[in-house]
């Protein structure tokens, strides 16, 4: 069964940078096909995509967000890390990580982890 | 970039037939999936590549796709289905989520 969770500050100052972690089990994050994204949503407001890596390193960015954006992945510890710079208000938001596996459901995100929620505010 | 529009809110009788809507132009030419969200929850994937289930998700939920309009079908929906539901497309090598549409069984 796999399973991520979010880990995470619940409240940063406007201008600071954020750092998310994402912890998996049930999967390895060298497995082909594998990807982890993350994924946010403002209180009552849609989903927004973000980021996403694949098992081979390679990346892919929101354009909107690109320039604040990192993402990385530790594969021996199965840890995904979300980093965006220069924080702001709007910015606050329930931050969730999913997992994707191309050659199973191609490119759905099959598993959710529950979510943290992350407040801007000085 | 790519957007697709959903209505704001569907409402349907209990035990009748949902249909949310998804509109992008030419989606017909994606994979669109869907996505459950329950309040106070994380989504929860529902249709993958335009029609498939994923093990768990009931018979009830199906999916459609075709030139400008991707469908998702609620048939004899239940109280437990309310809920937010967003499509989603793979474009241009990024995410691009829909709307959301509020389900309301009466």
């Known amino acids: 069964q796999i399973t991520l969770k979010e880990s995470g500050p619940t409240v940063v100052k406007p201008t600071q940078t954020l750092t998310l972690t994402c912890t998996l089990s049930?999967?390895?994050?060298?497995?082909?096909?594998?990807?982890v994204g993350w994924i946010r949503q403002p209180p009552g407001k849609a989903l927004e995509w973000l980021a996403l890596?694949?098992?081979?390193?390679?990346?892919r960015y929101s354009p909107s967000l690109k320039s604040r954006l990192t993402i990385t992945k530790d594969t021996s510890r199965s840890q995904v890390v979300l980093t965006m710079t220069n924080m702001d208000p709007v910015d606050t938001a329930t931050y969730y990580c999913?997992?994707?596996?191309?050659?199973?459901?191609?490119?759905?995100?099959?598993?959710w982890g529950q979510g943290t929620m992350v407040t801007v505010a000085s | 970039s790519y957007e697709l529009t959903q209505p704001l809110s569907v409402s349907v009788a209990l035990g009748q037939t949902a249909r949310i809507t998804c509109g992008g132009n030419?989606?017909?030419?994606?994979?669109v999936y869907w996505y459950q969200q329950k309040p106070g929850q994380a989504p929860v994937l529902v249709i993958y590549?335009?029609?498939y289930r994923p093990s768990g998700i009931p018979e009830r939920f199906s999916g459609s796709n075709s030139g400008n309009t991707a469908t998702l079908t609620i048939s004899r929906a239940q109280a437990g289905d309310e809920a937010d539901y967003y499509c989603?497309?793979?474009?241009?090598?990024?995410?691009?989520f829909g709307t959301g549409t509020k389900v309301t069984v009466l």
């Open positions: 999913a997992h994707k596996n191309t050659q199973l459901t191609d490119d759905a995100l099959d598993v």
């Open positions: 049930g999967l390895s994050l060298s497995t082909t096909g594998v990807g």
């Open positions: 890596i694949y098992w081979d390193d390679d990346t």
């Open positions: 030419n989606i017909g030419n994606n994979n």
């Open positions: 590549r335009d029609r």
């Open positions: 989603q497309v793979w474009d241009s090598s990024t995410y691009v």
